[in-house]
């Protein structure tokens, strides 16, 4: 495994745009490396770029401001084409299951959201045509961030951990099941369906996931039976949970006496019980706890911590 760095990671991401808006985020971003979260192209606006707190734009002259109605480096049609075909590795139909679901996994664990006209053929997406908009999701790897959650609780009994996009719900989760792997005899399963907690890449990982064992891109459902089944895990990682059949599964490992570590799209208490699958994972008791991320602002820290019950108490 190669470990990367800030600066590495953004031009890593910034590499899949075409060549000139490539350039153009090089240039500009040196500076900001370590708090970029995202880069977005839409058609016939400015490329901007988007930090906690703040959102800048890209000048014709290669710098960042805040107002976008200035001289700003303005995306085009055949530039927002080139970027989507760079991100599909100039193969769309290998990409096409990924396509269905809004986005692309990039190397190193990125995410390019794509929005444009779908080609639809029965019923299936088969092709996205006329990109008008382009979202790259920076990852990040923040070694020992999980330490602070890990001495309030046992993460290793359950947990879920829940907020908003960009709050840092899957940089945490990656770190609490590095460490815990490296605790003595607690073997720890990930299920990577979408590529982003790992990063594989050839025969290795992106990231460092300690002694994690891995299933890459299977789906949660039928990765989630094959860990219980086959390799004995104590605890079972996955990300972004939500659907019936992912609550069957994860059933499926309390009762053969796997805890669970995941993640769900969720701001407060108030959204989290607005997500009625979840219920059910609540009622069997898979979470014994649950934590509540602060947002986009102050990725990765957490602002609450409550019970599988509701009951909260201070962090």
Known sequence: MREENDVQRLSRAASYLSSRLCAAVYSACAGLNDSVQEIRLRLGKPLAVCCPGETYYMTQNGKLCLDRDGDCLICTSQELENTFHKICDYSVYARQNELNRGFVTLRGGHRAGICGTAVIENGKIINVRQITSINIRIAREHKNCASKLLKMINAAEGLLICGAPCSGKTTLLRD???????????????????????????????????????????????????????????????????????????????????SVIATVHASNQSELLKKQELLEAFRLGIFPKIAFLSGRGNAGMISAITDGGGQSFDS
């Open 176 to 258: 609490t099941a590095r460490q815990i792997s490296l605790k003595e005899n607690i073997k720890t399963v990930i299920i990577d369906e979408r590529g982003e907690l790992a990063g594989k890449s050839g025969g290795g990982f992106e990231n460092d996931v300690g002694m994690c064992d891995v299933f890459d891109g299977y789906p949660k459902p039928e990765a989630i039976a094959q860990a219980v089944r086959s390799m004995s895990p104590d605890v079972v990682v996955c990300d972004e949970i939500g659907s019936a059949e992912d609550i069957k599964a994860l059933a499926l490992c309390k009762n053969s006496g796997v």
